[in-house]
Nanobody, 117 residues
Framework: VQLQASGGGLVQAGGSLRLACAFS????????LGWFRQAPGEERERVAN????????FYADSVKGRFTISRDNAKNTVYLQMNSLKPEDTAVYYC???????????WGQGTQVTVSS
């Protein structure tokens, strides 16, 4: 499985970005998908994930109501729509995949998101 993240960039506080992660090398619909982020000097945290099959979603408290994770099974792509961005959202964002209920074993290369105040 390979994951390729894109869509990061520099945005002002209050702005929006949409991250995309292209998936290849497996049957996309069987994989749970997630977005994680890591800011300098901090632990990696899970931002959002979507469960395979039932499409149940989870969001970190810090992004609830602002971020939306979605998947397009026809395009083998998972998205993270980020609205009302804050400077504290600045981090490298990673997409990840895990087969059905397994852990996230596959990771993309990361894309930088920088939110200026």
């Amino acid at each position: 499985v390979q994951l390729q993240a894109s869509g990061g960039g520099l945005v002002q506080a209050g702005g929006s970005l949409r991250l995309a992660c292209a998936f290849s090398g497996g049957r996309f619909s069987l994989y749970g998908l997630g977005w994680f982020r890591q800011a300098p000097g901090e632990e990696r945290e899970r931002v959002a994930n979507i469960v395979a099959g039932v499409n149940r979603v989870f969001y970190a408290d810090s992004v609830k109501g602002r971020f939306t994770i979605s998947r397009d099974n026809a395009k083998n792509t998972v998205y993270l729509q980020m609205n009302s961005l804050k400077p504290e959202d600045t981090a490298v964002y990673y997409c990840a995949a895990g087969f059905r209920g397994e852990a996230f074993n596959y990771w993309g290369q990361g894309t930088q998101v920088t939110v200026s105040s």
